[in-house]
């Protein structure tokens, strides 16, 4: 199949920066992942850690792990306590390790700039059919394969090849696979396990022993279905990567992979690019005229509908209806692409009718199960408030994809100049106490400069508490907009200072 027919398809952007993924589904972008060349994910390592601190209160540890920030341990949350190698190879339900004991970890969540990595001591090893549970004794089935026969059929498959003290997970994948492909990748990641053993083994001391991969090797796991038609990357070297990849652990797939050389833009020639530019917008639009907001806070992210421009029919009832029921595909939808994980509480449009409620909810639950991340949806409260838990996996596209900005230092907002220019007043009356302190010099970017300069009600303001002192602006364009510092003149006055009083 040529990549001209392709509605089915993994697609790999290669730059000099970053390496970003498409999952391309019926002709359109459902799911985008995009790493740093110089980063990797580092959610679901492995490591020998070491305990630094314990919270008896909490059930919880903090454990070095090699990283800038050390790792949270939450004892409570694991299903069997297995993972501090020692005495009996176990730990009760309370915390026995002390400190300065070492414990194989496995990364669950990233850290931020506030809080290190989140851990737990149940480790496992996903693959493309199943996951491997490293050190617990249970094998299950994955919630969508809902078949009793096929569920009972996996289970007694992956017990009869499980190693004692060990476990695995059936994915949904194991729908379209063999009893042979099954047990083959099973075999495989057992042999991985006992590579982590060995790791953990030879590691003096703190160390990484299993690593997650790169993008590449996440996509080809995680990804690669029998409905994906083939997969095209846009770099030579990243394209024969890819293949020695499927090869080796998706013998499989019976698509191809393509280099893609053409000259328009490979985000272009497949029509995703006006996609990717809505991403980065908090508004996504609705087919009718309605749309979406999406807003990330630190504690959850909100999604509100909103009817827009769509008139719909003389009968509100039946206009909110229809716009909630097509914001539920693109909610979906987004929620997918931009990989939000944690909380979310969405604002559908008041309905009165209880059976135009239940049936937006249905059509949520509906679209979010072709979701590989773990989501549950909540039934709707009488505010129209509907809450969703999607299980955080990596990183979300905005945290890869943006950066702090440096003028309004990351809060979306900037601080109106009368109101720093009370900031500013309030500094020079902290100088001032100083009754030594004569002269006392402005440091600020040049717009904020210009506002203390030109602004006759603040000069007035500032001459009539200090008439006796000099005061004076610098204006620094290395400085963020709005920003500013405030020092004494004692020193000496720059020659490209203005004087205020």
């Known amino acids: ?177 063999t009893d042979e492909e099954i047990l083959q990748e099973a075999r495989f990641l057992i042999k991985a396990g006992e590579g982590i053993q060995r790791k953990w083994e030879e590691a003096e001391d703190v160390a990484l022993i299993y690593g997650e991969g790169n993008i590449l090797y996440r996509t080809i796991r995680d990804m690669l279905s029998d409905g994906i038609e083939g997969i095209v990357c846009n770099d030579v070297k990243v394209t024969e990567d890819l293949r020695n990849m499927v090869e080796t652990f998706c013998p499989y797939f019976k698509g191809d992979v393509t280099y893609y050389d053409g000259e328009e833009d490979i985000y272009d020639y497949f029509g995703i690019g006006s996609d990717l530019i809505s991403l980065f917008s908090p508004k996504a639009k609705l087919p009718s005229g309605g749309f979406v907001v999406i807003e990330k806070t630190e504690a959850l992210t909100a999604i509100d509908v909103n009817t827009g421009s769509y008139l719909g029919t003389d009968n509100r009832e039946d206009t909110v209806y229809r716009t909630n029921l097509e914001a539920v595909k693109e909610i979906a939808r987004q929620i997918r692409l931009r990989n939000i994980g944690g909380i979310i509480v969405v604002d ?46 990596g990183r979300e596209l905005v945290s890869v994809s943006q950066g702090k900005c440096p003028f309004c230092g990351g809060t979306g907002v900037l601080l109106a100049d009368a109101y720093v220019a009370r900031g500013i007043k309030y500094r020079l009356k902290r100088l001032f106490m100083n009754h030594n302190v004569s002269i006392a010099l402005i440091y600020a970017h040049p717009d904020l400069a210009h506002h203390l300069i030109e602004h006759n009600d603040f000069v007035k303001e500032v001459e009539g508490v200090w008439s006796h002192k000099r005061i004076y602006v610098v204006a620094d364009e290395n400085m963020n907009y709005g920003s500013y510092r405030v020092y004494s003149g004692m020193g000496g006055v720059p020659a490209h200072s203005e004087l205020l009083v």
């Open 348 to 393: 559908f449009i008041d309905m009165s009718d209880e059976e135009h409620r239940i049936s937006v909810v249905e059509a949520l639950k509906n679209e979010l199960y072709f979701d590989r991340v773990k989501t549950r949806v909540l039934d709707m409260s009488s505010l129209g408030l509907v809450e969703i838990t999607r299980k955080k996996v």
């Open 1 to 177: 199949m040529s990549i001209d027919e392709m509605k089915n398809l993994i697609l790999v952007d290669r730059e000099d920066a970053y390496i970003t993924v498409g999952l391309i589904e019926n002709g359109r972008l459902s799911e985008l992942y995009s790493e740093a060349l110089s980063e990797r994910q580092s959610t679901g390592n492995i490591y020998k850690g070491k305990v630094t601190d314990i919270i008896e209160g909490l059930q919880s540890a903090f454990v070095d792990i090699g990283t800038d920030r050390t790792g949270f341990w939450y004892i409570d949350e694991t299903l069997d306590h297995r993972s501090v190698l020692g005495a009996g190879n176990a730990l009760p339900h309370k915390i026995s390790a002390k400190k300065g004991d070492y414990v194989m970890v496995q990364e669950v969540k990233e850290g931020t700039e506030l809080k290190g990595p989140k851990l737990t001591s149940n480790i496992s090893i996903p693959g493309h059919y199943v996951i491997y549970l490293y050190n617990l004794p249970f094998v299950g089935v994955s919630n969508k394969i809902t078949g009793v026969a096929m569920r009972e059929k996996l289970v007694s498959l992956l017990k009869g090849v499980a190693p004692e003290g060990r476990g695995f997970i059936a994915r949904t994948n194991c729908l379209t696979a």
